[in-house]
């Protein structure tokens, strides 16, 4: 099993705070990154529920990721969540089983 750490992150905007909540986790995005250990980092928003968002990232390590966590533009986020979020993230983190997939053009 490799190293590297897949996070899944849901969260619902409270009623209201849809747009302000995508705001400012895009505002995560391109710190986010920039850090060392991402692999890649993105926002994505229900097509069906647009209070619905979730985070797709993969990290190199668990040392990255807790790294990742202790930045000042997450801590930043995370003091406002109470008043975005319409409660708690849904955090899901996997490990890669199989092998990854070879680069192909398109």
């Excluded at 986010?32 to 209070?51: I, K, V």
Aim: net charge negative; glycine share 4%; aromatic share 8%.
């Amino acid at each position: 099993m490799s190293e590297q750490l897949t996070v899944i992150a849901f969260m619902r905007a409270k009623p209201g705070a849809e747009e302000e909540l995508g705001r400012r986790l895009m505002e995560l995005v391109e710190a986010s990154r920039q850090e060392t250990g991402c692999l890649n980092y993105d926002l994505h928003r229900s097509n069906t529920d647009p209070a619905v968002w979730c985070m797709y990232e993969n990290w190199r390590s668990r040392v990255d990721l807790d790294a990742h966590f202790q930045t000042t533009y997450l801590q930043r986020f995370a003091q406002d969540k109470d008043r975005l979020l319409a409660g708690d993230s849904d955090m899901h983190y996997l490990s890669m089983v199989s092998a990854q997939a070879a680069s192909r053009s398109v």
